[in-house]
């Protein structure tokens, strides 16, 4: 099916060479749209993706640090958009995060749920940082019983600090109906 993503720029992972789409926006919600153009009809729809976490993330900021959360909503049919999953995210093992939870369900503890760390090859920083990269493959599942075309927004919620410490990507991104 056609997609196109905005928002976004093509970055190089520092270990191994491959592309990634990597947030571009320097607004504190930096957006990844989806549009992926009109649905034929059906059931429920998946949406898998690597997610990159990249640089210091703090998590579920209850440190007083601010938190840096992130989110994954879908606007049906020009409709409003719907929440499809909110949480935050930590690179530091003295800060808690939401993951694999949503933010009103609790915290976990930093990278927790991550398929790797430290695999793409960004630095970590000096001291208290301990992850300088974090890979979450997800997947999620909505109903979306009516056709036309659907856009899924990847975005952060909160202040997030420049985007050369704090950034986000995704990889290997499908979309499928069944
Ligand atoms: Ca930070
Ligand atoms: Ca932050």
New binding site residues.
């Given amino acids: 099916m056609p997609a196109d993503f905005t928002g976004g720029k093509i970055s190089t992972k520092p270990v191994g060479a491959r592309q990634f789409l990597e947030t571009a926006e320097t607004t504190q919600t930096r957006t990844i749209s989806l549009s992926v153009g009109s649905l034929p009809t059906h059931q429920k729809l998946t949406i898998s993706f690597d997610l990159y976490i990249i ?4 998590g579920a900021g209850y440190q007083g ?1 601010g938190g ?1 959360w992130w989110q994954i909503e879908v606007s049906r049919n020009g409709a409003a958009r719907e929440n499809v999953f909110h949480t935050s995210f930590s ?2 093992q003295t800060k808690p995060q939401h993951f694999p939870k949503q933010v009103t369900d609790g915290t976990s503890p930093a990278a927790k749920g991550a398929l790797a760390t430290n695999l793409l090859g960004y630095p970590k920083a000096t001291g208290k ?1 301990d992850v300088g990269d974090a890979i979450y493959r997800l997947s999620y599942t909505i109903s979306n019983p009516t056709a036309g075309p659907l856009v899924v927004y990847f975005h952060t919620t909160t202040p ?2 420049d985007i050369n ?2 950034s986000w990507g995704l990889d290997n991104v499908s979309v499928g109906g069944n």
């Fill in positions: 640089g210091t993330w703090d640090f840096d690179n530091q940082f997030m600090q410490d704090e």
